[in-house]
């Protein structure tokens, strides 16, 4: 019997399979001599002063600053008005430096 194009077809993927499966075979087995220290860390364990077992995982401690953000801000931006933020900048510098300064009533900061 001959061989078709078809055949060759097949025979190409059925190889291309086979190589997958062996590599992934052997994937599995590397990860399982050589574990990816980033990945998971064995937990470890600690002994309390009262004779308590403490076991602490030090990949979720360390995971944690990466996921979480810096501090949120504390107003939206577009709510700030530069005027107002002006007048509460150098009304808290009046109090922090100049603690007797007592400011004008309805005068405005001119800054």
């Known amino acids: 019997e001959e061989e078709t194009e078809a055949d060759r077809a097949i025979a190409a993927l059925e190889a291309a399979r086979k190589k997958k499966q062996e590599e992934a075979k ?39 600053p990466e996921t979480t953000p810096a501090s949120p801000p504390k107003k939206p931006a577009s709510s700030l008005n530069p005027a107002k933020v002006r007048q509460e900048i150098s009304e808290l510098i009046r109090k922090e430096f100049l603690p007797g300064y007592k400011t004008p009533e309805g005068s405005k900061s001119g800054g």
């Open 26 to 64: 052997w994937m599995k087995w590397a990860e399982a001599q050589y574990p990816d220290p980033r990945k998971s860390a064995p937990p470890s364990a600690a002994v309390t002063a009262t004779g308590s077992a403490v076991v602490t995982s030090e990949v979720k401690a360390e995971a944690k």
